[in-house]
């Protein structure tokens, strides 16, 4: 099977920066695209930005001209800056992966908070 562990997050005032990260492991023979979500309290999950295998981009407006997703590998990342209170929300990362096995599936991460205090 394959696994997605995420890292990064944490507090960070209004205007600061903060960097996530997400690796994949398991019995991998590709990955597609990578996604960052996130899920404000009370409110629907959203998509944040994808890249996909051949490294093109797309942002949710509100992330466009602050966020960064890049891919090295098995790992993505998410740049945040110029955070805003309007941030704050637990983060995923969803990897499209074909496997040994277990052909192409979606998997999800644990999720990391991301808190931006005003």
């Known amino acids: 099977q394959v696994q997605l562990v995420e890292s990064g997050g944490g507090l960070v005032q209004a205007g600061g920066s903060l960097s996530l990260s997400c690796a994949a492991s398991?019995?991998?023979?590709?990955?597609?695209?990578m996604e960052w979500y996130r899920q404000a309290p009370g409110k629907q999950r959203e998509l944040v930005a994808t890249?996909?295998?051949?490294?093109n981009t797309n942002y949710a407006n509100s992330a466009k001209g602050r966020f960064t997703i890049s891919r090295d590998k098995n790992t993505v990342y998410l740049q945040m800056n110029s955070l805003k209170a309007e941030d704050t929300a637990v983060y995923y990362c969803?990897?499209?992966?074909?496997?040994w096995g277990y052909g192409a599936n979606d998997y999800w991460g644990q999720g990391t908070q991301v808190t931006v205090s005003s």
């Open positions: 969803k990897d499209s992966v074909t496997s």
């Open positions: 398991g019995s991998i023979l590709r990955i597609d695209v």
């Open positions: 890249i996909t295998r051949d490294g």
